[in-house]
């Protein structure tokens, strides 16, 4: 979680606290609040009020964005599953990344690839490569070639629905990347 992130999850959840200990107060008889409240609420009606409907307010747009992220962030799954007559076949994520791992390191010669698989509901699948070539000539050529492995091996074998497959591909001796898209 970002430094920001974190900073609005407690402010959020201090504003939150804060109404929920002025609502408390003015339902509910506890000695020094419900004494200070009518005394502020008395005192400075404008200020209450308006700090009171800035409470309401976040607390609506959280929950409204809470809501929003409930009904829309795509389900991340992290294994595999087959049914089929005899049982079912749970296969994980990570033995899926290595399987892709091994399959391109024996069929391109590529330099210690980084596989990221991301499994969502509905048998689709998002799919990262990052590798290292020996030879910088053939890069875009091995790059599209990884795609095409990676396609194959999710959609074909595995009857997945992939998104196309992103493949970044550097020679061995520098930091430039490729990206294939």
């Not at 990262?128 to 050529?141: G, H, Q, R, T």
């Amino acid at each position: 979680m970002s430094r920001f992130a974190k900073f609005m999850v407690t402010l959020v959840g201090i504003i939150l606290v804060l109404l929920a200990v002025f609502e408390l107060g003015q339902l509910y008889p506890v000695p020094w609040l419900t004494e200070w409240l009518a005394e502020m609420t008395v005192s400075y009606p404008m200020v209450w009020s308006s700090l009171l409907i800035v409470f309401a307010a976040v607390a609506g747009i959280v929950g409204v964005l809470m809501i929003i992220v409930g009904l829309f962030r795509p389900v991340k799954v992290n294994t595999l599953t087959y049914e089929g007559d005899h049982g079912q076949l749970t296969i994980p994520q990570r033995a899926l990344e290595r399987d892709l791992q091994y399959r391109l390191v024996s069929q391109l010669n590529l330099i210690d690839p980084d596989v990221q698989i991301k499994l969502r509901n509905r048998h689709r699948v998002r799919v990262k490569i990052d590798s290292m070539v020996s030879d910088k000539a053939k890069l875009e050529s091995v790059a599209q070639q990884a795609a095409v492995i990676a396609q194959d091996y999710l959609s074909q074998q595995l009857g997945l629905k992939v998104e196309q497959p992103v493949v970044q591909v550097r020679p061995a001796d520098h930091e430039r990347k490729l990206t294939v898209v």
